[in-house]
């Protein structure tokens, strides 16, 4: 028992390190769309406005890890939605790269905090088998 308090102490506070990274990352792109795409060169304000989208998708998914973090034990379904992002994300980042439209350093600013924070949800799944409700 006091191992499983344990680790749902580190797991809430990787989801709150996840909140906070995930909340600067949507912010930054919500207000500073062309100083994150500067690397690229001068963006078109389609690509901006793109980009700004994105950050403010990004945010209800920082809003996710808090949630998580505040009722581990009966949001299941929030576990495995995060995981699922974090799994799509991994493999989006390395498909980037391996097509060339990103470098590999650039991937890897996101996908340690993805692997991370995916390797605490599927431990976390792993250790608290909750059943969802309607399901035998």
């Not at 100083?35 to 996710?64: T, V």
């Not at 890890?65 to 994300?89: D, E, G, P, Q």
Request: hydrophobic residues 60%.
């Amino acid at each position: 028992m006091l191992i499983q308090l344990k680790f749902l102490n580190l797991f809430r506070a990787v989801c709150h390190v996840c909140a906070i990274y995930f909340l600067a990352m949507g912010l930054a792109l919500i207000l500073f769309p062309a100083f994150i795409s500067r690397i690229a060169g001068k963006q078109d304000p389609i690509i901006l406005g793109m980009l700004r989208g994105a950050g403010g998708s990004i945010l209800p998914y920082a809003l996710l890890y808090i949630f998580v973090a505040r009722s581990s034990l009966n949001k299941r379904w929030a576990v495995i939605v995060i995981a699922t992002a974090n799994t799509m994300a991994i493999v989006l980042d390395f498909l980037s790269v391996i097509l060339g439209e990103y470098r590999l350093s650039y991937a890897m600013i996101d996908v340690p905090v993805e692997s991370i924070s995916l390797l605490m949800m599927i431990l976390f799944l792993s250790k608290f088998r909750i059943k969802l409700p309607g399901n035998s």
